[in-house]
């Protein structure tokens, strides 16, 4: 970020030490692999329509005079369960709408299928199948899959090309998305609730003292993420390995529950020297965002809740609302009737592009 100090690349006895702790942790997976024969976020909200007009929070000066841009490759972790398999359809749907569309830079397509076995989408969305961590491995966090995942799929995979936009099933393309990173520069959507500064001590377990303050560590995790390849290569192992390391560990455990990973990939980050330029206009989350502007992404991680005047009621169900988590089983019904007048635009774009996908999708009810 702006101001920061001593942002070099992570010393070589340290990237060495964690290189033969990754080699480690590989060996017993690939062991688990023989044996065993494969290995959400609730958070608080924000204020998040308080923005300001430059998008752009954090980023070099010399960053921002640049123009060139390159397409990028769209990659996106799931599982095989009913929950991930419906949204994954969704927002495969809505990448081919937009991918074509003036000012996109979006490439190919790839859905990171970590379940060890293909599924019934193989023929609907572009899949690669990975492994699992070991039975038990990821003791119930099953995004602890998602940095392993990862690793698997940039070792096999040929990605023609340079940049990689890291996704989630949760994610609707809503505008046409340019390559928003700078060379060396990724691209990360900035969370409030991911603050390094007050969490220095469990860190510093991850992120040595020599590396610089814990705000070296940016505030983001990896999705969405715009980032060059040859850079995801180098940070994705550490990413894994800290994800691990943070999962064993009872304080980092308890106090980044479901956000754990998601510190894991900043820590990786900053141990390798690389700085994200912070975007707000990435994407918008409902209901707390109103508006859909000029950002690019619907990211429909919290429930909308209203009653029929349209008041939002979050922390209560409403008389109108839509969840994901309403629909773990399988995938919502068809037309879901719209929101009440007054309720924000965000909301009532969300469940209009739901609708026109599940409209549009083959057997959507057996999803």
């Not at 430059?54 to 390159?70: A, F, G, N, Q, Y």
Request: with cysteine.
């Amino acid at each position: 970020m702006i101001g920061r100090k001593n942002t070099g690349q992570a010393s070589p006895l340290f990237l060495v030490l964690l290189a033969l702790t990754f080699c480690f942790v590989t060996y017993n997976l690939v062991t688990a692999i023989i044996q065993y024969g494969s290995v959400g976020r609730e958070v608080g909200h924000d204020s998040y329509n308080h923005l300001s007009t430059d998008p752009i929070i954090e980023m070099p000066e010399k960053v921002k005079r640049k123009k060139t841009k390159s397409p990028f490759h769209v990659a996106l972790t799931a599982t095989d369960a009913p929950y991930s398999k419906w949204q994954c359809r969704i927002m495969y749907y809505w990448y081919k709408k937009i991918k074509n569309l003036p000012q996109s830079e979006m490439g190919g397509f790839t859905r990171i299928l970590h379940s060890g076995k293909p599924d019934n989408l193989m023929d609907e969305i572009p899949t690669m199948v990975v492994d699992p961590l070991p039975a038990g491995m990821d003791r119930g966090y099953i995004v602890l899959n998602r940095p392993w995942a990862f690793v698997q799929w940039l070792e096999k995979a040929t990605i023609e090309e340079e940049y990689i936009l890291m996704a989630e099933p949760d994610h609707i393309f809503v505008n046409p998305l340019p390559n928003l990173s700078d060379g060396g520069y990724p691209a990360a959507f900035p969370f409030f609730y991911i603050k390094p500064d007050q969490n220095q001590k469990i860190l510093r377990k991850f992120f040595p003292e020599e590396y610089g303050p814990v705000n070296n560590i940016d505030p983001i995790g990896n999705s969405p993420v715009i980032i060059r390849k040859d850079l995801i290569e180098k940070i994705a192992p550490t990413w894994m390995n800290i994800s691990l390391k943070m999962k064993e560990d009872p304080e980092a455990d308890k106090v980044f529950g479901w956000v754990l990973e998601m510190y894991a990939y900043a820590v990786a980050s900053a141990l390798h020297g690389v700085q994200h330029v912070l975007r707000k206009d990435f994407m918008l989350q409902p209901p707390w965002d109103l508006a859909i502007g000029r950002k690019f992404i619907i990211h429909y991680t919290y429930g909308c809740d209203y009653n029929l005047k349209g008041e939002l009621t979050y922390g209560k169900i409403g008389e109108w609302r839509f969840d994901k988590r309403s629909h773990l089983r399988g995938p919502p019904p068809k037309n879901i009737p719209l929101p009440p007048p007054g309720v924000p635009e965000s909301v009532v774009t969300l469940v209009k592009m739901v609708n026109e996908a599940t409209a549009n999708l083959p057997n959507w009810e057996a999803t």
